[in-house]
């Protein structure tokens, strides 16, 4: 990756990032357009937000892009991403990244406030089990206010479509394979470029002592994550949008 005169070309990465993600999810940009279409529609266009498992900073450079007026908090336990997303927003007072662990119960108390606007997240809560994540969902429904919304983009698996979801998988890794042959970088890939680079190396070797190559987490059902959501004290909730893989669960408080 390229550097600037003053250091890091921490844009470059950004942009890595989210090509190499792109690989993945084509569709990536249409998920983020929709959550700040609902942001907007329930919120209005200066929230204040947590962008939950925020790795690089994706969800918040579109929202500050879409809503210039709105603050975020990005949270993460990633250093090697948490590194690229301070580089990439270093001066923006809009901005605030706090280190945690999603597992700890402790964690809402390294945030700088009590409660939020919209709590956004995507692609990032795979990681965890259905136990720890139905938790989280918990803690979420204290932080979000009163007509507030949280948000989920992920993978969600129907496991009653087992033929839709076998065509959509082989489908959609032809799609990929064709990519990779083009350059595209996949996530190993990304990650060998990241443990070369002289600012991220050492992030990037405590990013794998902390997560190893890959956690192995849950991908339930829309309909799980929906009520599960409701026990949590939200009082709506269901997709907004969905691809054949994933979808976007809206929950209002």
Known sequence: MTETARGTDWQAWQKSWDRQQEWYMPDREERFRVMLDMVGALVGPEPRVLDLACGTGSITDRLLGRFPKATSTGVD????????????????????????????PRWTARLPHDSYDAVLTATALHWLHSEPLAVLYGQLGGLVRDGGVFMNADHMTDT????????ERAHRHAVMDAAKAGGALDWADWWALAAKDPVLAGPTAERFRIYGEHADGDTPSVRWHADTLRAAG????????????????LAVK
């Open 234 to 249: 939200f009082g709506e909730a269901r997709a907004v949008w969905s691809s054949p893989s994933d979808s976007l669960v």
């Open 160 to 167: 009653g479509t087992p033929r839709i979801n076998a065509a």
């Open 77 to 104: 336990l990633d250093p090697a991403l948490l590194a690229i997303a301070r580089g990439s927003f270093a001066g923006d007072e809009r901005v605030t990244f706090v280190t945690a662990d999603l597992k700890d």
